[in-house]
């Protein structure tokens, strides 16, 4: 039986991560800001959720959750980070700025740090993290968004180079999800739109395949392509 965190299952993505690994027969730890919506959903898997309610920004307090949560389910094997921040900010107005990088940059550290050297010391595991597409390049819409996922990105290229050398068994998976039809995604010109179940299924399975980088849904891949071969002068004038 497998014991899996999940943070960010409140909503959206993570929620339904959290609702196929509880249908797989796993012990799941759920984690979010908002315990109704938590509590809400261990009751579909009550023998199968623990839910543990904080916010992985308040970063002085993660490694106590997440040290509680994993002597509550006794034990971890994969850690999936897909709490997040983002909001349309062309105003650049400050706190939704600084909230994306309290989110997005300073907890999501302090959660795969601790993740890694967790499952250092055990000698296996597998951090799973939620980036984005937009992180290819930078975004008008939402900067501190956008540049926080650059960051996500090359953290967790960093720490499989890492895990490499120091011959770790860590498997270090860096979701990048272009459109998905979530609250979060609301309003930004959304088109080739998928639903949680399907990005859900899709992300589950690159996991289970142990995948370094995977695009949510595929066709993204191929756009990844191409907004990278865009010459910077003519992307920042689009």
Known sequence: ???????????GIGREIARLYATQG??????????????????????RFIVSAFDISEISTVERYLDELVRRLNGLDVL?????????????????????????VAGFTAVVGWAFKYFKQQDYGHIVAISSIAGL?????????????????????????????????????????????TQMAQGQGVFWSASVPKAA?????????????????????????????IPRIIFERL
């Open 137 to 181: 390049r930078g975004n008008r819409y939402s900067p501190a968004y956008s540049a926080s996922k650059v960051y996500n990105m090359n953290y967790l290229q960093s720490l499989r180079q890492l895990a490499h050398h120091q011959k770790i068994n860590v498997g270090i998976t860096d979701v990048r999800p272009g459109f998905v039809d």
């Open 1 to 11: 039986m497998q014991k899996i965190i999940v943070l960010g299952a409140s909503s």
């Open 201 to 229: 299924a899709q992300i589950v399975k690159a996991i289970e395949k142990k995948k370094d980088i995977v695009y949510i849904t595929r066709r993204w891949k191929y756009v990844a392509v191409v907004i990278r071969l």
């Open 26 to 47: 796993c012990m799941v730890g759920i984690t979010g800001r908002r315990e109704k919506l938590l509590t809400e959903l261990q009751t579909e898997f009550p023998d």
């Open 80 to 104: 999936i980070l897909s709490a997040g921040y983002g909001k349309r900010n062309s105003e650049l107005d400050a706190e939704p700025e600084q909230q994306a990088i309290r989110t997005d």
